[in-house]
């Protein structure tokens, strides 16, 4: 019960339920022993961040049940035969575990193979809302104790109905997650025999030597997944060159020739920011939002781009918020090095200082353009791409 109430304990229906907590939870142990236990009504919850989706919220009691299931029987015993590239929503894993396992792989392959590689990346379109009921149902029948599947698969069937589909938003089918695809991940690992190999729930990552081996795997990954009725992503699913560099859980990643590995934070990320701190800080103007919450969120948002190599971007990102604050900016101008995927765009002809346009005025009738000043005399103060003095011969 009390690890059920974090981050929930302002809602009302929670501080009844913890305030007479020793009454509820005797009362749910009698139905349980009486066989009377009935499993709640679900509500639907519309998330849209990042993307539009439905999840469901299940009543605070349900919660208290599903997480000493998960806790004390089926997470034990579902997790026993993962391999240790399977990164989602396990103790002592996680988004951040999985990155640093990628660079570790990185580096490890640049060490044996050089910075020549061809990368597999797979993703898997409606992963939640495709997912077979019976496939879950016999996952859990095949690792978990008797007790445990009927529980587990009597939460399941009552609030989930139909025979395809799971909406994201209870503990259980998130463990139904990371489950369902395991004989997938040793099938990869074992006869497959992809050394550098990550899968984060339903997305896909693997690194080979060759462009034929890599679109072999890809292949034999697809048929696999296709007998779970699974179809992939087809713009997010590929095989590409290590050298192009690719995105994975947020971030972009990309290696140098000498091996090391700079990962910048995902572009749209900085834009969605930029437009979050546009809003909240006209809300402050006018008086509906404190100052201090917009501080608490783009801290937050600063703690996730550290992860990367993004000091400057976060330099560029506290000075518009400083000019948004002052009134110079508006949530229409972007920074092009923020915003653009190649982080290199060039500034228009029409942001440059007007000192700079006047240096690059001609100095004469005789003034011609051009483009290299390398053989300039180095006394003169020259520009590349501005005008020198030319003479005929």
């Not at 009543?59 to 240790?84: A, C, G, H």
């Not at 859980?249 to 969605?272: A, C, E, R, W």
């Not at 000192?355 to 290299?372: F, L, M, P, Q, Y």
């Amino acid at each position: 019960m009390m690890k059920c109430k974090k981050g929930v304990a302002w809602k009302p229906s929670v501080k009844s339920f913890v305030l007479n907590g020793e009454e509820n939870l005797i009362r749910m142990e009698r139905q349980l022993k009486e066989g009377t236990w009935k499993n709640g009504k679900t509500k639907p919850v519309l998330v849209t961040y990042p993307k539009r989706r439905e999840a469901l919220s299940i009543p605070f009691k349900d919660r208290v049940y599903q997480r000493s299931i998960n806790d004390n029987s089926l997470y034990p015993q579902m997790t026993k035969s993962f391999i240790y590239a399977n990164c989602a929503c396990q103790t002592g894993k996680g988004t951040d575990f999985a990155r640093k396992l990628v660079k570790k792989y990185l580096w490890n392959y640049f060490c044996n193979h050089g910075s020549d590689g061809w990368l597999v990346q797979i993703d898997i379109h409606g992963y939640y809302l495709n997912m077979r009921h019976s496939d879950v149902e016999e996952q859990i029948s095949y690792k978990t104790d008797n007790a445990t599947s009927r529980m587990s698969c009597g939460v399941l069937r009552d609030q989930y109905a139909g025979e395809t589909g799971y909406n994201p938003g209870s503990q259980m089918v998130q463990i139904a997650g990371i489950s369902i695809l395991d004989p997938v991940d040793h099938y990869i690992k074992e006869q497959l025999h992809v050394r550098y190999y990550i899968r984060y729930m339903d997305d896909f990552w693997m690194l080979l030597p060759t462009k034929e081996q890599a679109e072999e795997v890809y292949r034999k990954t697809i048929e696999q997944l296709q007998t779970y009725a699974l179809e992939i992503n087809e713009k997010k699913s590929h095989v590409m060159p290590l050298r192009k560099g690719f995105l994975f859980l947020g971030f972009q990643y990309h290696m140098t020739d000498t091996g090391k590995v700079i990962m910048t934070l995902n572009p749209d990320s900085v834009k969605h920011e930029r437009r979050t701190l546009v809003r909240m800080v006209n809300k402050a103007q006018r008086g509906e939002l404190d100052e201090k919450k917009i501080d608490e969120h783009h801290a937050s948002w600063e703690n996730n781009a550290d992860k990367g190599n993004s000091y400057k971007m976060k330099q560029r990102t506290n000075k518009y918020l400083k000019n948004l604050r002052k009134g110079e900016e508006n949530g229409s101008k972007k920074n092009v090095s923020d915003t653009c995927r190649s982080g290199r765009g060039r500034k228009p002809q029409s942001n440059r200082s007007s000192t700079e346009r006047e240096d690059r005025r001609a100095e004469g009738n005789n003034a011609v353009r051009c483009n290299d000043v390398r053989n300039l005399p180095s006394g003169r103060n020259r520009r590349r791409g501005g005008y020198r003095e030319c003479t005929e011969s």
